[in-house]
């Protein structure tokens, strides 16, 4: 086939949806789970939800007539099906397929993929969709596998399990952590919450729309306008100051500000947990929290927050590093992801046999997050240092990024190309001006997923999207270079 996709979430769609409008139309998708939608399909733990606004938070193509100001995961699933219904995708998706491996054929020039059950798909061209938030971080605590209840995590959400009257511990403060226990504390009998660092929290002022709002979202052309103006407002604010990110900037410092006065008017009367929430490390230092829920949720008498993290597990609890046993009946691991660990659920061999795996030893890169020199045809949708950028989604980042993988694909056929492949120097060039980017960010200064165990950050972009969009427009044409089987050989 002409092009093999791998993920069916937001990137995936909108690589498919690229493809269809190009008049491209032998391609696949294949996706492990058995259903399309990503990270908005396997997350289906209580309170999951939308961290950003409604508005910003689709298709620019395909605007959706939104009930929240921040949708709930049924909601977005619900979008992502109708998009890839209306652009007659199903004929692509190959559900249920779990990648193993992936080979480049130099002779042939062509991409060799491989499945969990040994089947065998070859093509042109191969695009990476599997997302940056993909691979669960399991606990793992001596002793856990003796815990007498269950135990899941985050991801994989246990919906046999009940939790009314139930002592449940929820390992973690992050985003899904902050979503999840305002979610059960009104059921369970009494929340755990355990607690390495805190993180900084704000609220994001989350409601229902009221009548004429979605009378409003009803018009598409209201949604598209609404869409635009949002955008165009924080990247005004991005192009005329420095971002919240740049550590000792203004805005960094009034950030910082606003989340200690919120941490302030929570927990006024609650010193204790107020010093318990409070970080050590600068705004943004970590990924933001933005709830309106979790710190009231924090304040209950049925829940309580340890300040300390978890050191081994029992037949019937966790045992912090204080030494203090607390007794669960359920534990919930809000441990994250492997996300600086890029495409770790598959093996990528490209050119004389070198591994993708070894290529990034010291931490993932790519030329402006797209391509990797040695291994052609090869494309990262969502890959190394394009998270950030604030103003906009992934929907808008899928969208310049899948027209990235179509246009080389209509250089190859113009030119009579049967391979791209990415100038090392290019490569070079581009990181080694990122990275020194990014050592001003206050990413650089505290320990977060952000960074590969070498201290190289590579998830993160320290840009507005208009740099963003001017660059991939340029590192396309003046980062790669052209290839025929007979130069090849």
């Not at 985003?175 to 390495?196: L, N």
Request: one cysteine or more.
């Amino acid at each position: 086939m002409r092009a093999l996709v791998i993920g069916a979430g937001i990137s995936g769609i909108a690589m498919g949806i690229r493809l269809k409008r190009a008049g491209i139309d032998d391609f696949r998708i294949l996706e492990q789970a058995n259903g399309l939608g990503g990270t908005w399909r396997v997350n289906t733990y209580p309170g999951a939800a939308v961290d950003i606004a409604s508005l910003i938070f689709q298709f620019g193509f395909h605007t959706h007539p939104w009930r929240r100001t921040h949708a709930r995961q049924d909601e977005v699933l619900e979008y992502l099906d109708q998009v890839a219904s209306d652009a007659g995708l199903e004929p692509h998706l190959v559900f249920d397929t779990r990648v193993t491996e992936v080979r480049w054929d130099e002779e042939r020039h062509q991409w060799q993929v491989t499945t969990s059950t040994s089947e065998v798909y070859v093509a042109d061209v191969l695009v990476s969709a599997v997302g940056l938030l993909s691979n669960p971080n399991h606990a793992a605590w001596p002793g856990l596998d003796r815990f007498r209840g269950p135990v899941m995590h985050t991801q994989q959400w246990r919906h046999d399990v009940e939790l009314s009257d139930a002592r449940v511990a929820v390992v973690g403060v992050g985003s899904s952590s902050a979503q999840i226990v305002p979610a059960i504390a009104p059921t369970a009998r009494s929340v755990t919450v355990f607690q390495r660092d805190p993180g900084w929290v704000l609220p994001k002022g989350e409601r229902v729309f009221d009548e004429n709002e979605l009378r409003r979202g009803s018009r598409r052309w209201a949604r598209r306008l609404d869409r635009t103006v949002q955008i165009v407002r924080k990247e005004w604010r991005n192009l005329t100051g420095r971002p919240s990110y740049v550590a000792g900037s203004r805005r960094n410092q009034q950030m910082e500000q606003l989340a200690r006065g919120y941490i302030d008017t929570v927990f006024a009367d609650r010193p204790e947990l107020r010093a318990a929430v409070t970080p050590t490390y600068p705004f943004e230092g970590k990924r933001v929290v933005l709830s309106d829920d979790f710190y009231p949720a924090l304040r209950r008498d049925d829940v309580r927050l340890v300040a300390r993290p978890v050191a081994s597990a029992t037949p019937t609890g966790l045992v912090d590093v204080d030494g203090e046993h607390h007794e669960v009946d359920v534990i919930v691991t809000a441990t994250g992801f492997t996300a600086s660990e890029f495409l770790a659920g598959y093996d990528v061999i490209g050119r004389r046999g070198r591994r993708l795996r070894d290529t990034w030893a010291e931490g993932a890169f790519a030329h402006v997050g797209m391509t990797v020199p040695g291994y052609p045809n090869f494309y990262l949708l969502f890959g190394p240092n394009t998270n950030g950028s604030g103003a906009v989604s992934i929907y808008w980042k899928a969208e310049q990024q899948a027209a990235w993988v179509v246009a080389d694909l209509r250089r190859m056929r113009r030119r009579g190309l049967t391979a791209i492949d990415t100038h090392e120097l290019a490569c070079t060039a581009y990181n080694a001006w990122l990275q020194r980017r990014l050592r001003r960010t206050v990413w650089a200064q505290a320990s977060n997923y952000f960074k590969h165990p070498s201290g190289r950050i590579v998830t993160q972009f320290d840009g507005s999207i208009t740099l963003q969009w001017l660059l991939l427009k340029l590192g396309r044409p003046f980062g790669t270079y052209g290839l025929t089987r007979k130069e090849n050989a």
